[in-house]
């Protein structure tokens, strides 16, 4: 495993232009924010060695590199989920490999169905903490030396960047939540007696994605910052239908708040 992270490191690094410490991980329907990178090289997933190949509709599977907010950046437009069938290690291989790279912050993203009755569709969620509820644990086997054994979780979204995301939010007049995020296995969305549940044992949004990432990204020593925008509702008398193409929709909607936030945020990183 680890040979296959330095190859697959040493590959990009033999393709990219520059020096990033900032990657970002774009979700569901977030993807435009990679379209303001002045891109210097892209990489087709496909292309990458070792590399696992995002299969969902609305995931365009690329690797850019290039400047944003005037910093060099490494964008992932798209990622490996869980439900597609991918072990934990496939889906947090990236975030290995951005180690080797030498990526110091991380920037995540994400669509996800709020629980909390405060919240309205197309806000946006900064995530100050998670439970993580997958099936199996992306640290599980025997241990990478980039972190402990048994590390600790207490500041895993780092507060600097918290508290950076809330003074840009509030310059900028955009209205921001904060949450915990609930990372579900998927692919069903959740029966209304689960959005309770979740809601009962302290989860804000929920959603199929990004607990396994920023777990590794922690344990890499990687500042983490994530967003949650909420593109449907888990709260009683609120439910209705879900379906992925609203849920890109919501997503699309919002996602220019959510750039003016982050690409700030890099710009004073
Ligand atoms: N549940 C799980 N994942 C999601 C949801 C949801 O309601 N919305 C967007 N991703």
Known sequence: MYEKITETA?????????HPTTAIILGTGLGRLAEEIQVTTTIDYKEIPNFPVSTVEGHSGRMLFGTLGGQEILAMQGRFHYYEGYSMKEVTFPVRVMYELGIKTLFVSNAA???????SIGDLMIITDHINLFPEHPLRGPNFPTGPRFPDMHETYDHELIQMADA???EKGIKVQ???YVGTQGPTFETPAEYRMFRIIGGDAVGMSTVPEVIVAHHCGIRVFGISVITDLGVENKIVEVSHEEVQKAANAVQPLMADIMR???HRN
């Not at 040493?10 to 520059?18: E, L, P, T």
């Not at 169905?113 to 919240?119: I, K, Q, V, Y």
């Open 113 to 119: 169905g709020g629980m909390n009755p405060s919240f």
């Open 168 to 170: 840009i939010a509030q």
């Open 178 to 180: 904060h949450g915990v």
């Open 264 to 266: 700030e945020m890099i």
């Open 10 to 18: 040493q590959w990009i690094r033999s393709k990219m232009q520059g």
